[in-house]
């Protein structure tokens, strides 16, 4: 596994997310190639597992945090709502209706 699948098992919640995390220890931490870009189907997709039970609020934060901490990620395409997920404290907590409310809006860019 690479640095892109690596990334990509970890954001889209892959089968072999916890490898991916093992191989990603092991890459240079900054990086100056973006090797991974976070779409807005990505992120519906993401939402979608929230809303459904797969994830939790948790999950979903740490896993925005994780997107906006990493220099290997694109995610400028969504990156008001990376924000707001990341920081639930100032934009207020992750709730159903909250997401919902986001993928409707998503799905306008799909």
């Keep these: 596994m690479n640095r892109t699948e690596a990334l990509q ?6 089968k072999q997310r916890d490898e991916a995390f093992t191989k990603l220890v092991k890459c240079r931490y900054d990086s100056d190639i973006e090797h991974f870009v976070l ?3 990505i992120l519906a997709d993401v939402l979608a597992m929230y809303i459904n039970g797969s ?7 740490e896993w925005a945090n994780f997107v906006e901490c990493r220099d ?7 990156e008001d709502y990376i924000y707001a ?26």
């Design 55 to 61: 994830i939790s609020g948790d999950d979903l934060e």
């Design 39 to 41: 779409e807005h189907k």
């Design 85 to 110: 997920l990341a920081n639930p404290e100032i934009m207020g907590d992750i709730s159903q209706a909250k997401i919902n409310q986001m993928l409707v809006v998503l799905k306008e860019h799909l």
């Design 9 to 14: 098992q970890i954001i889209t919640f892959g």
């Design 72 to 78: 290997d990620i694109n995610y400028l395409a969504v």
